[in-house]
C-alpha cells in the first residue's frame, strides 16, 4: 500500500506531534508499505498518486472541508491522525468555539481516524457523534527503552538546587507564564528552572516570560534555551528533579510520560490524556489552578522524599509500556482496512 502523509511543516520538528508522526511512519515502512511524506507548508496536492492518505489533523487550517472534492475526483481515502483538539485549548471561549467549528467541519470528511489516547477519541466523537461510526484506532505513543535504562534515579542524582525542566513551545497554552508567577512565592527555596521549546511561537509570551525574568533579577535561575537538539534533549533529562508543564490541555502529553518513565515527578495540568498518564498523589500532580500549582511545585521542591517516591512510581508504573514498534502493530492493518472498507466515488 502506498501512503501519503501529509504534515502542516518540517517533519523533523522537535514536538511530540512530529515524533509521533515520525514513528508512525517508520513503523509503517518496517510493515512493508511506503510512505511519502507531504509537506502541506509547500502547497496542498491537487492530484493524487497513492493508495491512501494519512493527514496530520493540524493540516485543517489549509485543508478545511476541501477533502470531500479530494475525494471525488481522486477516490483516495483519507484517515486523520489525530493528536488533539485545538479548539480545547485554553483560550477564550468564543476563540475556541470558531476553532471548534472549524474542526468539526474538517473531520466531518475523514474516512476514519487514528487517536493517540482514549481522551482524544471522546473529544473527536463528543464533537462530531458520526466519527463514532466511522473505522477509527486509539494508539498511545510508545516510549523509546533503551536510554531509559541508562539514566541515574532520583536519589542519585547531584545534590543542590533543585532542577525543575519545562519541555514545549513558550504559549499561554503549555502554562510557562503560571509556572513563573508560581516560582514567585518560592524565591527564597533553592531551584533552577530549565525550559526547551520553540520561544518564536507566541511573540508577546515570550516577551513577557523574557521581561519578567530581568525584572526579578532571575537570569542565573531560569535558562531560556529555545529548540534543543536529541542529544541535548537527553542530557537536559538526567539533571531533571522536576518536570513541570502546567498545560491547559494535552491530547496526551508525551514529554509527561517520558518524565514519569525516566523516574522524574510531573507536575502538569488536568484537562486531557495527561489523565491516563499520572497517578495523582502517587506519580505526579494534576493541577487545575493556580494556587495547585503552587501546592504541587511547593511539596516537591521542599521533599527530596517525595521527589524520591513519586519518582520511583512513575518508573514502576511505566516499566512495561510499549516500544514505538509495539505500539503501532496494527496500524497498517487497520489503513488497509479503511482502504478496502471505503466504497470508491462513481467513475472512479
Known sequence: MTIGFWVPGDPETLSGGYEYGRR?????????????????DRG??????????????LVHRRIGSSNRNWYRSTGIPVVVLVHHLKGRERRPWLQNLVLLSREKRYLSTAHGYLYNSLDTKSSVEE????????????????????????????????????????????SKHKGQLRVF?????????????????PNDV?????????????RYGWESRVTLLGRVDQKTLNQLWTQTDVFVL???????????????????????????????????????????????LKDALKNLLISPWLRESMGKAGRERHRTHAGWAESFRTSGEFLQTVLSSVPRPWGQ
Open 44 to 57: 496542498v496536492p491537487s492530484q493524487g498518486r497513492w493508495d491512501l492518505v494519512v493527514q496530520d489533523e
Open 127 to 170: 464533537l462530531f457523534a458520526g466519527a463514532a461510526n466511522r473505522p477509527n484506532l486509539v494508539q498511545v505513543p510508545g516510549l523509546e527503552k533503551s536510554p531509559l535504562k541508562a539514566l541515574l534515579p532520583t536519589g542519585q542524582r547531584p545534590k543542590g538546587a533543585v532542577v525543575l525542566f519545562s519541555l514545549g513551545a513558550v
Open 202 to 214: 507566541e511573540y508577546q509570551t515570550s516577551k513577557r516570560l523574557n521581561t519578567w525574568i530581568r
Open 24 to 40: 508512525l511512519a517508520e513503523a509503517l515502512k518496517a510493515q512493508g508499505h511506503e510512505v511519502e511524506i507531504v509537506r502541506l
Open 246 to 292: 502546567p498545560a491547559g490541555y494535552e491530547g496526551y502529553g508525551m514529554a509527561v510520560l517520558e518524565a514519569s518513565a525516566r523516574g522524574i515527578p510531573v507536575v502538569t495540568g488536568n484537562r486531557g490524556g495527561v489523565r491516563e498518564i499520572v497517578v495523582p498523589g502517587e506519580t505526579g500532580f494534576l493541577t487545575k489552578n493556580s494556587k495547585e
Open 181 to 197: 508567577r508560581a516560582l514567585k512565592t518560592f524565591k527564597d527555596l533553592e531551584w533552577r528552572w530549565i525550559i526547551a521549546g
